[in-house]
Nanobody, 126 residues
Framework: QVQVEESGGGLVQAGDSVMLSCVVS?????????MGWFRQVPGKEREEREC???????????YYTDSVKGRFTISRDNAKNTVYLQMNNLKTEDKAVYYC???????????????WGRGTQVTVSS
């Protein structure tokens, strides 16, 4: 059974950096799937999660939402079945629960993600 597990969140100050990690286990073909980082704030449903960044199966194509361009970097290590989200110059508006998802297609919409982790909280104080 495929499992997705995020880690690395916590309480930080504005301007700080944090790296999130997402490990996928139980899937031998991790390198055939795209991965995405989404975030969800209170009051929003799962389908309303905001796509923060995506990366294709090989790691050579990425997508970022406008608000994080130049600050966040998504990367993957297929040998470790892991995808990362390096978040620099964090802002208070980045506060959310960050979820990692696995997808055959890698679009920036939640409907194409077949498995999610439980999320990791990132809180940014001013």
């Amino acid at each position: 059974q495929v499992q997705v597990e995020e880690s690395g969140g916590g309480l930080v100050q504005a301007g700080d950096s944090v790296m999130l990690s997402c490990v996928v286990s139980g899937r031998r073909t991790f390198d055939k799937y795209a991965m995405g980082w989404f975030r969800q704030v209170p009051g929003k449903e799962r389908e309303e999660r905001e796509c923060v960044a995506t990366i294709n199966y090989s790691g050579d194509t990425t997508y970022y939402t406008d608000s994080v361009k130049g600050r966040f970097t998504i990367s993957r290590d297929n040998a470790k079945n892991t995808v990362y989200l390096q978040m620099n110059n964090l802002k208070t508006e980045d506060k959310a629960v960050y979820y990692c998802g696995i997808s055959p297609f890698g679009r920036n919409t939640t409907d194409v993600y077949v498995k999610w982790g439980r999320g990791t909280q990132v809180t940014v104080s001013s």
